[in-house]
């Protein structure tokens, strides 16, 4: 009971409860892929680019806003997070052109990275002990997993009742509900965590170490497959998957139509995370994390070339949901872990955002392509093929990377 106390902080509770908003708002985009296209008649290529540019801003802001953070303070960066996200949901519900779209989704991956894993995460992992903070990290991690289990029913919900801008007017309100739990984020300040070095100091220090470089490389098909996934699963599933039988268990549930299928995958695979990022923090206490993220990796890619070997019936959606669910965000915590433990806690923040932005090229690349070999082929398969290939090189990249503290070498 007093580990469990120890480990649900007001901290970690604060953080969960922002990532839950944040990364259901995040995770229910592909959801409005078609409705958004059909009403203006733009080809997918033209809305998939609009969140391309909000995974790419994400991961440009994410660097930013962890030195914000650390500047300034965590719940600063925060607060300047949820305006920068409710903002860009608020005008995009007014746009009425493509360029509109994509210029103002700047702003919601932006807002994504202030209310995000890059400054939660460097919170939650000041405020734990050394023995729970893998643990937490995987804990806070999963919460947005959470938020991805009702992001796309509920978004399918709402726009059953409203149109796609007043949704977009409701998922704004509700970020901005964050700035309500910002009192509980008090976390150790930074310089009782080491000594004196500066930020361009632990840079450096970074910048030359070769397992840095290892990690920011490898992140990126996490990011591939994830922003693929998102912006093009419901549609895919929609579109490729063979007929729910009405009298099947699927319809039993009140999934009748592929559509709705589409939407409960994503909600799937995030229930499915939930437990796997779980696991995944509990195995980094125990285990080197760069072996962990090399099989996470390794299975990742398992299940996607097999998903794409077989003919997509409604079974193996379903099946494929929950066994890419489970290995879904579990590199987070690892990865977030692992630059903690090599270079430190005390620019945490800034140095995971530089690795994530690898993570957000790899989310714009996989968003991109999704809809222009769509526009081009008609299917996503290429796409696909391409997601399985850059998983087993993640794979590989991490087995070289030397997993040891450099906190207290010189700079």
């Not at 409604?314 to 630059?339: C, D, E, N």
């Not at 008609?378 to 040891?404: K, N, Q």
């Amino acid at each position: 009971m007093s580990t469990h106390v120890k480990l649900f902080t007001p901290v970690l509770i604060a953080g969960l409860l922002i990532l839950v908003v944040g990364n259901a708002i995040r995770s229910s985009f592909g959801v409005f892929q078609i409705p958004v296209a059909g009403e203006f008649g733009w080809p997918r290529a033209e809305f998939s680019f609009a969140i391309a540019i909000q995974n790419l801003a994400w991961g440009i802001g994410a660097p930013i806003f962890g030195a914000i953070a650390e500047r300034f303070g965590d719940r600063k960066a925060i607060v300047l997070g949820a305006l920068f996200y409710a903002a860009g949901l608020v005008l995009s519900a007014w746009a009425v052109t493509p360029g509109q779209h994509q210029v103002l989704e700047i702003l919601v991956g932006f807002g994504i990275a202030g209310t995000g894993f890059g400054v939660v995460l460097a919170v939650v992992g000041r405020a734990a002990s050394d023995e729970n903070r893998s643990l937490a990290l995987g804990v806070a991690t999963a919460a947005g997993s959470l938020g991805q289990v009702f992001s796309a029913p509920v978004a399918e919900y709402l726009l059953g009742y409203f149109s796609w801008q007043v949704v977009f007017m409701i998922f704004a309100g509700a970020i901005l509900s964050v700035i309500l739990v910002l009192p509980l984020m008090r976390a150790p300040g930074r310089s009782k965590l080491t000594g004196d070095i500066s930020m361009a100091a632990a840079l450096r220090q970074a910048l030359r170490d070769p397992s840095f470089t290892l990690i920011f490389v490898g992140f990126f098909s996490c990011g591939y497959q994830l922003g693929f996934m998102v912006a093009h699963f419901p549609a895919m599933v929609t579109e490729m998957c063979g007929p729910i039988s009405p009298a099947g268990p699927l319809a039993a549930l009140g999934i009748s139509s592929t559509s709705a299928l589409g939407a409960a995958a994503i909600s799937l695979i995030g229930l499915a995370n939930i437990a796997g990022t779980l696991t995944a923090g509990w195995l980094g206490k125990r285990y080197p994390k760069k072996y962990v993220l090399a099989a996470v990796y390794t299975g990742r890619t398992l299940f996607a070339a097999l998903f794409i070997l077989f003919p997509i019936t409604p079974l193996t959606v379903v099946l494929f949901s929950i066994g890419m669910g489970s290995l879904w965000l579990a590199t987070v915590p690892l990865t977030s872990g692992l630059v903690g433990h090599i270079y430190g806690l005390r620019y945490m923040g800034t140095l995971y955002g530089i690795v994530f932005l690898s993570h957000q090229i790899g989310s714009f690349m996989g968003v991109w392509l999704g809809g222009r070999f769509y526009d081009a082929y008609g299917d996503y398969t290429m796409v696909w093929w391409i997601g399985v290939a850059v998983g087993a090189f993640s794979a590989i990249v991490h087995l070289p990377i030397r997993e040891r503290s450099l906190e207290a070498l010189p700079a």
